[in-house]
């Protein structure tokens, strides 16, 4: 065929510049075929020749929308590879590797710990260590998919960072057309979630201080007070930790919380050997109707994804954070083994008369030392507050308050109005209704379920839906559909069993409740 109408041919669809009468076209054909090459379909707008029109592919399935975004992918693959998201963050207080596995550490090992011999009371011994592996192992998973899909997100927008909400947003952006129609809702959702379970948290946080130190000080100084007067004591402090607005300058109570909880938990150790733990009387398999209990406050005590991405964006070196042996591999390695340790061996000690907090179980009233342990402990989760505390602040003041006040003077008071404001929240919530450590497993069930497991697996499957051959789809697909599913199945039993216990204990009146609980701490709960 003579190569003049090859040339006639290619012009038609826009390969070749039909004649010279244009000079324009000639000048746009030299600079395509000297630089990448790339499908005319996505021409820019400043070419526009007559004789330009988009390829059509005969052979695309109607309705499948993949192949054009792959080709968009293409289009941007240079300007994509090239940028990196890591070198481009500006940190004003980046944090080192060690403290960033001191805050993750710190953020892990709270009063969820505590309640794993109870925990593994529901379960048996067996099932109880096994099924905390995998749950450690499960989150570990989500972890490090959410984080993969934020870095590719980032490098697809050319953003230095994402937040959790940001993320989920973007990633249902990319999805497909059902999942875009969502998209504008996802923020909301995170951040409803995380909301939720971080004031929770902090609510619990306050709510076991408090008891711990009433009990020193009416048992062991002989004080009148009650549980409010302590709470209304240790408000100010609290206030004032809440007022750090930098993590780096968190890592110092971050250090000091682990060293004492460190110290906590060997003396704690102690007391579970002072006898050696035996098999008897201890079940191997709980029974199933605990069996949510027991996820809920495994997932509530090993889950820290509210604090992650705020710790990886922190990081002056996150390359370091996802690698093989990097901060988030060892530090859930090290929370699993402490986890499982606690729990078994908590419950070996113990067996069913495991209280909700392993410190209830200690010879208080007649042992010094058992006292200092409720002391110590107190302390290492009164200064962790702080970082429960700065997930739900940076949420309400990034997301909803402090960008509409960016021109206004007053703008340093408003944050710390606000940082005052969430910690009275906690307080009132945690003043208000008694015995907040029932509904661990709830927040763990609840809010867990969904931000540790569902949703990652959810973002992961948008954000590479178009950009995988269709056998990756597939198995991506049945992949993330199994943890989907065990997290909502986990939201729905959990929240059901633990909302059920819930009613039941809080079946009488809630000044009855109130008394009762206080009968408990004064003469039964905290005795040997």
């Known amino acids: 065929m003579p190569k003049n109408i090859l040339a006639e041919m290619g012009s038609q669809v826009g390969l070749t510049p039909r004649n010279a009468q244009n000079q324009k076209e000639p000048e746009e054909w030299k600079r395509r075929q000297s630089g990448p090459m790339i499908n005319p379909s996505f021409e820019p707008d400043d070419f526009l020749p007559q004789s330009l029109s988009p390829v059509k592919d005969e052979k695309k399935r109607p309705g499948d929308n993949g192949i054009f975004l792959v080709n968009m992918k293409q289009k941007d693959m240079q300007d994509t590879e090239e940028y990196e998201p890591y070198d481009n963050r500006v940190v004003e207080h980046p944090t080192t590797n060690i403290e960033t596995f001191l805050h993750l550490m710190k953020g892990s090992l709270g009063t969820g710990i505590l309640a794993m011999p109870r925990a593994f009371a529901n379960a048996g011994y067996v099932v109880g260590s096994i099924g905390t592996v995998?749950?450690?192992?499960l989150c570990t998973y989500?972890?490090?998919i959410l984080i993969d899909s934020c870095y590719v997100l980032c490098k697809r927008r050319k953003?230095?960072?994402m937040s959790y909400t940001v993320a989920a947003e973007a990633a249902l952006s990319e999805g497909p057309a059902w999942c875009k129609a969502c998209a504008p809702y996802a923020a909301h959702i995170v951040n409803t979630f995380l909301l939720i379970y971080q004031i929770g948290t902090c609510c619990v946080y306050?709510?076991?201080v408090s008891e711990n130190i009433y009990f020193v000080l009416s048992k062991h100084f002989h004080l009148d007070v009650t549980v409010f007067q302590v709470m209304l004591c240790v408000l100010l402090p609290l206030i004032l930790i809440n007022y750090v607005r930098d993590l780096k300058y968190l890592a110092p109570f971050s250090a000091i919380a682990n060293v004492v909880t460190i110290t906590g938990f060997a003396i704690i150790l102690y007391y579970i050997f002072e006898d050696v733990p035996t098999l008897e009387g201890k079940v191997p398999a709980g029974k199933l109707a605990n069996f949510p209990l027991f996820f809920g406050t495994v997932l509530f005590a090993l889950e820290a994804i509210g604090v992650i991405l705020p710790l990886e964006n922190e990081m002056?070196?996150?390359?370091?954070?996802v690698s093989r042996f990097g901060v988030?591999?060892?530090?859930m390695v090290s929370i699993i083994v402490l986890y499982v340790g606690m729990g078994l061996f908590g419950y070996l000690r113990y067996g069913d008369d495991s209280e909700g907090s392993i410190t209830l179980n200690l010879p208080s009233e007649t042992e010094i030392l058992a006292t200092v342990v409720q002391c110590l402990l107190a302390f290492a989760i009164y200064i962790t507050h702080g970082l429960a505390c700065y997930v739900a602040i940076d949420i309400v003041w990034n997301d909803y308050?402090?960008?509409r006040l960016l021109n206004s003077k007053h703008r340093l008071i408003w944050e710390y109005l606000l940082r005052t404001t969430i910690v009275l929240v906690t307080f009132g919530i945690a003043a208000a209704v008694p015995s907040l450590e029932l509904f661990i497993s709830l927040f763990g069930a609840l809010c867990l379920s969904a931000l540790g497991l569902a949703f990652p697996a959810f973002i992961q499957s948008c954000t590479y839906w178009y950009?995988?051959?269709r056998s990756e789809r597939i198995r991506m697909i049945v992949k993330n559909a199994i943890v989907v599913v065990f997290g909502i199945l986990g939201l729905v039993v959990g929240t059901w069993t633990s909302l059920d216990r819930i009613i039941e204990e809080f079946g009488s009146s809630p000044e009855q409740h109130l008394m009762n609980k206080t009968h408990i701490i004064n003469n039964e709960t905290l005795s040997p």
């Open 134 to 137: 995998i749950i450690g192992v």
């Open 142 to 144: 989500c972890i490090h």
């Open 159 to 161: 953003v230095p960072s």
């Open 206 to 208: 306050v709510v076991f």
């Open 316 to 321: 002056k070196s996150p390359r370091d954070f």
């Open 328 to 331: 988030l591999n060892c530090s």
């Open 401 to 403: 308050i402090g960008n």
């Open 467 to 469: 950009y995988v051959s």
